[in-house]
């Protein structure tokens, strides 16, 4: 008895593709499962965004006297603040610890689940690796003060400095005088925690 082996090939040829086929399948209930995660997903990425807002609102209202920007970015809320120091100088001023205590407020009674990154500026005068150090501690200046004074947690606030970035410049080159819209912190907000 002779077997033809080209009809047993094609069949388990056949068979092979239909077992892959069937093993890539997603069964409906797998598929409900797939939807049910996307909604909760959106559900909180909505819940996040509502949150961003809320901040947002409730630190434009408190920070309508300072001179402050508030700008809601994704997943992000930025607060530039303008003029916090003197020319080669990382002392924070008397005058701007009202708006860093109405920051640190806001962050402690209704939103510390977030981190603060404390960003610290320079106008140009100076050599760029200066720079980048006065801006250093012009940002830990700040974040020492709103972990010490504004109560907030250590593990949540952070300072890092971009020193004379051109491209984070208020005013283009301006220095002395002129560039005290340069030196300046800006607090970032992201949001870390749970909707």
């Given at each position: 008895m002779r077997f033809n082996i080209k009809p047993l090939r094609l069949a388990l040829a056949v068979g092979a593709v239909v077992l892959v086929g069937c093993s890539n399948y997603v069964k409906r209930d797998e598929l409900a499962v797939l939807h049910d995660n996307d909604r909760r997903m959106q559900e909180q990425i909505d819940g996040l965004e509502a949150?961003?807002?809320?901040?947002?609102?409730?630190?434009?209202?408190r920070f309508e006297r300072?001179?402050?920007?508030?700008?809601?970015?994704?997943?992000?809320v930025r607060v530039d603040m303008t003029?916090?120091?003197?020319?080669?100088?990382?002392?924070?001023?008397?005058?701007?610890?009202?708006?860093?205590?109405?920051?640190?407020?806001?962050?402690?009674e209704h939103h510390p689940d977030v981190v603060?990154?404390?960003?610290?500026?320079?106008?140009p005068a100076g050599p760029a690796g200066y720079n980048r150090r006065l801006g250093q501690r012009r940002a830990e200046a700040v974040?020492?003060?709103?972990?010490?004074?504004?109560?907030?947690?250590?593990?949540r606030v952070r300072a890092v400095s971009?020193?004379?970035?051109?491209?984070?410049?208020?005013?283009?080159?301006?220095?002395?005088?002129?560039?005290?819209a340069n030196r300046r912190v800006a607090l970032v907000i992201d949001y870390a925690g749970r909707t």
């Open positions: 949150r961003m807002s809320q901040l947002t609102d409730e630190l434009r209202v300072y001179d402050a920007e508030i700008t809601q970015l994704r997943g992000r003029a916090h120091f003197g020319f080669d100088d990382a002392t924070l001023r008397d005058e701007d610890k009202p708006a860093l205590d109405d920051f640190a407020r806001v962050i402690s603060v990154t404390v960003e610290g500026f320079t106008d974040a020492d003060y709103l972990v010490g004074t504004g109560g907030l947690s250590a593990d971009y020193g004379e970035a051109p491209e984070r410049q208020v005013v283009p080159g301006a220095t002395h005088d002129a560039g005290m």
